[in-house]
Each structure stands twice: as structure tokens, then as C-alpha cells.
């Protein structure tokens, strides 16, 4: 198993523009979290997904949403960039949505807004 | 709100020297902590958990609720330690279930010198 794969590597937008991130859980897992990593910070939670419902939502402003698919898989979407979105956007599975399933993270996405 | 602060942003010591990552929380529920690694060019993987109560690559953390702390500590550093560290905490929902949204704190970069 490759692990939690996402996609794509990098991304370059402009302000005002819509992007989409999308990740692929491990196997089996049913949970999926996205987090944001701005440099220099840790990341910062901002949704779970788990068995296609939202299970919790950070504090994000509504230009961002997610949602998961039957396969598990999942996307973030985020509507008018601002600069301030240019950050690290990690995606997390686990078996379940409870904490004694150990969260296992992607590589990230790199999100750069210009 | 629940919030982690890792007071130092680096830290660097010797191979064979002690080290010790400090983590401190702030959560007015029962918390549960975990300690994070992120080594180069590497995923974010869990190095260990308080409840686990185990020592991982000669790791351990203990909770201490008086002084709301997790610091991670190992007698003899080694060189292959060297990485960033994030300690997370777990929150819980109004019911006192915890999901799997973790906080993370701004993480410690520790470099092992030979």
C-alpha cells in the first residue's frame, strides 16, 4: 500500500481563483482530515470526514469545504484564494473517527496563491 | 479552547547527550496527547501517545496534569533523532467522545550533533 496519496504535488493560483485538493485514504480506512500548515506553523485542523459525513469543522471561513465520496476518498475545495491560503494542505486517514485510530498523513499539497 | 505550545523552536544537543522536547497544553476536558515526528523529506507519523504508555525509538512522554505538560524526553540522543517534533492534542465533542481533531503546536526542530 503507497499510503495516503494526494494530489497534485504543487499548485500555483492566482487571488480570486477556486482550487481543489484531492487525497486517497489508505485502504480500509474510513476517516479522512485535512489539515493546513501555513511555514513555520503546525498544522491547523480543518475538516473530518468520516464515512461521507463531516465529523468536525475547524475554524475556516465558509470558502472552505470538503467532501468524501463513496471510495473514501476525498477533496477540499477552497473558493476565493486569498494570499493567505498559500500553505501546506495535509490529508489524514485512519480506520475510524475516534483517537485511538492513529491518524496517517500524505504528503501534502503546496498551495502557493500569487 | 485547547491549545499546545512548544516553547522552544530549536533545540540542539550532542549524540549521547539527554534531550527533552517541551510541550505544554491548554484544555479544560480530559486530555489525550501525542507526540509527532517529521523527519527529512519524510511524512508526519505518530512517534507515541500518552495512554499507549510506551517507549518508541528510546522515546518516552509523560502526562503531568498538575503542570498540564507532555514533554518528550530520551537519555542518549542519536543523530538519526534529528527532526521536527509536534505535540497534538485531541479534543472532544460536547459529549466527551474524542474525534480524531488534533491541535498541534508549532513544533521543536532537534539537531543531534556527532
Known amino acids: 500500500d503507497a499510503g495516503v496519496t494526494q494530489s497534485p504535488t504543487h499548485l500555483i493560483k492566482t487571488r480570486g481563483q477556486h482550487v481543489t485538493l484531492r487525497c486517497s485514504p489508505i485502504s480500509g480506512h474510513k476517516s479522512v482530515s485535512w489539515y493546513q500548515q501555513v511555514l513555520g506553523q503546525g498544522p491547523q485542523f480543518i475538516f473530518q470526514?468520516?464515512?461521507?459525513?463531516?465529523?468536525g469543522r475547524g475554524n475556516f471561513p465558509d470558502r472552505f469545504s470538503a467532501r468524501q465520496f463513496p471510495n473514501y476518498s476525498s477533496e477540499l475545495n477552497v473558493n476565493a484564494l486569498l494570499l493567505g491560503d498559500s500553505a501546506l494542505y495535509l490529508c489524514a486517514s485512519s480506520l475510524g473517527d475516534r483517537t485511538p485510530y492513529e491518524q496517517y498523513f500524505g504528503p501534502g499539497t503546496r498551495l502557493t496563491v500569487t | 479552547a485547547q491549545r499546545v505550545t512548544q516553547p522552544e523552536k530549536l533545540l540542539s544537543v550532542f549524540k549521547g547527550a539527554p534531550v527533552e522536547l517541551k510541550c505544554n497544553y491548554s484544555?479544560?476536558?480530559?486530555?489525550?496527547l501525542f507526540w509527532y515526528v517529521q523527519y527529512s523529506r519524510q511524512r508526519l507519523q505518530l512517534l507515541l501517545r500518552h495512554i499507549s504508555r510506551e517507549s518508541i525509538k528510546g522515546f518516552t512522554a509523560d502526562l503531568n496534569k498538575g503542570e498540564t505538560s507532555f514533554h518528550l524526553k530520551k537519555p542518549f540522543a542519536q543523530e538519526e533523532d534529528s527532526a521536527m517534533y509536534y505535540c497534538?492534542?485531541?479534543?472532544?465533542?460536547?459529549?466527551?467522545?474524542?474525534?480524531?481533531?488534533?491541535?498541534f503546536g508549532q513544533g521543536t526542530i532537534l539537531t543531534v550533533h556527532p
Open positions: 470526514y468520516y464515512e461521507k459525513e463531516e465529523r
Open positions: 484544555y479544560s476536558g480530559s486530555p489525550e
Open positions: 497534538a492534542l485531541s479534543s472532544h465533542n460536547a459529549g466527551g467522545t474524542s474525534y480524531g481533531k488534533l491541535t
